[in-house]
């Protein structure tokens, strides 16, 4: 298995609403990340996870709630979201460089994404 | 901090022909790497290319090539023999070991016209 899965492809939700997207992949990657992309635009980084640690925050509203509850899995919940949050939502992976955390990642292979709609 | 910059918002090309989109980055890191990503509107990201920042061959992959100017930090990369197929919005990105985190310029669309 060469490939990152998210789930559900798209996503309509209200600002009310609870829902999770989901991210798997089978390849022995060690880190994850999450990206919002907005049209036209490049992705921006929100989370890192290294070794399901979360090491990487880049001061996400508290309305998005990552969780890796084990090496191959990663999920983003969703609750209490503003339209301006509508976005494409990318997962990526990457394998450690020579096998241990402190030796870096190399580069990020990305899912097709969750088109994210807030109404 | 690193900075990636694309100066060609859009770009267009004939088929068969070549055509190169320009990247320039910043960083103060001597060990990173500088990659091209392509995404078209099927919306997947996909690695077309790596460099190494160490090493001073360019790198080729098939009709995609690199110039790697390490000095002028530069790092463009050039399409040859266009495919309809590549029409996409191109993003350069850069990484460095330390931070862990890829650092994207803003992105040029391309269009490949038959």
């Known amino acids: 298995d060469t490939e990152v899965t998210q789930t559900p492809k798209h996503l309509v939700m209200g600002m009310t609403n609870k829902k999770s997207l989901k991210c798997e992949q089978h390849?022995?990657?060690?880190?994850m990340y999450w990206y919002k992309q907005k049209a036209k635009k490049p992705p921006e980084l929100m989370f890192v996870?290294?070794?399901?640690?979360?090491?990487i925050n880049e001061s996400v509203p508290s309305r998005f709630s990552p969780e890796c509850p084990n090496s191959s899995l990663l999920n983003l919940h969703l609750h209490a979201l503003q339209p301006e949050d509508s976005a494409l939502y990318l997962c990526?992976?990457?394998?450690?460089?020579?096998?241990?955390?402190?030796?870096?990642?190399?580069?990020?292979?990305f899912g097709p994404g969750t088109r994210l709609t807030v109404l | 901090a690193q900075t990636v910059t694309q100066s060609q918002p859009e770009m267009s090309v004939q088929e068969a022909e070549t055509v190169t989109l320009s990247c320039t980055y910043d960083t103060s890191e001597s060990d990173y790497y500088l990659f091209w990503y392509k995404q078209p509107p099927s919306r997947q990201m996909i690695l077309v290319i790596r460099q190494e920042a160490y090493k001073q061959q360019n790198a080729t992959e098939n009709r995609f090539s690199v110039n790697f100017q390490k000095a002028a930090k530069s790092f463009s990369l050039k399409i040859s023999d266009s495919q309809l197929g590549d029409a996409a919005m191109y993003f350069c990105?850069?990484?460095?070991?330390?931070?862990?985190?890829?650092?994207f310029g803003g992105g040029t669309r391309l269009m490949v016209k038959p």
């Open positions: 996870y290294s070794y399901e640690k979360l090491s």
């Open positions: 990526a992976s990457s394998p450690p460089r020579f096998g241990t955390v402190s030796s870096g990642y190399n580069e990020q292979f």
């Open positions: 390849m022995g990657h060690r880190a």
């Open positions: 990105a850069s990484y460095n070991n330390a931070g862990n985190m890829l650092t």
